[in-house]
């Protein structure tokens, strides 16, 4: 492949899986606690919650980017604070990392809040009642049967999170070797001439990759609907 791609866009592919893995990672914790959260309780501002969540699906990615550049830039809201202690997002791989998870989130979270929905709650009732905790009742319960819908919104957040472009270049911009991620190179590459040819194999690897995230997460949500039916 190093030889089918030039260094510039070997260099944007590793980073898009790099940035991609870390917006998964780090995301995913609270992606499980915010579709429990959503699936089980009843609060006041549930609904806001939920729109909170959704949000970056009907924004424009864009103004997602600005808002972020707004928050966590090295003047922004939060982002002055963390540059105290030597933490930056702005025109790093970081925000790029962060852009992405927050693009990528409403789809873990639905993903897992679907699976954690299809859990017949008398099952942890009958376990509660039984003495166990809450939280151990979540651990050899809930987490067991839902862990198809969790590998689904994982698999999901990380082929979104490889193709998230617009947030991504408003927060971090287009640098290459540091923020320019496959969609970002792509776009490089077609506006120069004679770019067409690398930006082609990009978007061949582009198409790949989500083909395959979308067949995976197809195969994990027939499990779960296997297991609901009891086969």
């Given at each position: 492949?190093?030889?089918?791609?030039?260094?510039?866009?070997?260099?944007?592919v590793?980073?898009?899986l790099?940035?991609?893995?870390?917006?998964?990672?780090?995301?995913l914790?609270?992606?499980?606690?915010?579709?429990?959260?959503?699936?089980?309780?009843?609060?006041?501002?549930?609904?806001?919650?939920?729109?909170?969540?959704?949000?970056?699906?009907?924004?424009?990615?864009?103004?997602t980017?600005?808002?972020?550049?707004?928050?966590?830039?090295?003047?922004?809201?939060?982002?002055?604070?963390?540059?105290q202690?030597?933490?930056v997002?702005?025109?790093?791989?970081?925000?790029?990392a962060?852009?992405?998870?927050?693009?990528?989130?409403?789809?873990m979270?639905?993903?897992?809040?679907?699976?954690?929905?299809?859990?017949?709650?008398?099952?942890?009732?009958?376990?509660?009642?039984?003495?166990?905790?809450?939280?151990w009742?979540?651990?050899?319960?809930?987490?067991?049967?839902?862990?198809?819908?969790?590998?689904?919104?994982?698999?999901?957040?990380?082929a979104?999170?490889?193709?998230e472009?617009?947030?991504?270049?408003?927060?971090?911009?287009?640098?290459p070797?540091?923020?320019?991620?496959?969609?970002?190179?792509?776009?490089?590459f077609?506006?120069?001439?004679?770019?067409?040819?690398?930006?082609?194999?990009?978007?061949?690897?582009?198409?790949a990759?989500?083909?395959?995230a979308?067949f995976?997460?197809?195969?994990?949500?027939?499990?779960?609907?296997?297991?609901?039916r009891?086969?």
């Amino acid at each position: 492949m190093t030889d089918w791609l030039t260094p510039e866009a070997w260099q944007a592919v590793r980073l898009s899986l790099k940035v991609s893995l870390w917006a998964v990672a780090a995301s995913l914790p609270l992606g499980i606690l915010v579709a429990y959260a959503l699936a089980r309780w009843r609060f006041p501002g549930h609904g806001l919650l939920n729109g909170l969540v959704h949000l970056p699906l009907v924004l424009p990615p864009v103004v997602t980017g600005y808002l972020l550049l707004l928050a966590f830039g090295r003047r922004g809201w939060v982002g002055q604070w963390l540059d105290q202690i030597g933490i930056v997002f702005a025109f790093r791989w970081t925000g790029a990392a962060l852009a992405a998870a927050i693009m990528a989130f409403p789809l873990m979270v639905r993903a897992i809040r679907l699976a954690i929905e299809a859990v017949d709650p008398r099952l942890e009732h009958a376990a509660s009642t039984l003495g166990a905790p809450r939280p151990w009742v979540f651990l050899t319960v809930t987490l067991p049967l839902i862990l198809p819908g969790i590998l689904a919104g994982a698999i999901l957040a990380f082929a979104k999170a490889m193709g998230e472009f617009g947030a991504t270049i408003t927060f971090v911009s287009n640098i290459p070797g540091q923020t320019q991620t496959l969609p970002s190179a792509i776009y490089a590459f077609l506006q120069v001439p004679g770019g067409e040819a690398a930006a082609a194999r990009l978007v061949l690897i582009a198409v790949a990759v989500a083909m395959a995230a979308l067949f995976l997460s197809e195969w994990l949500s027939r499990l779960i609907a296997r297991r609901i039916r009891g086969a």
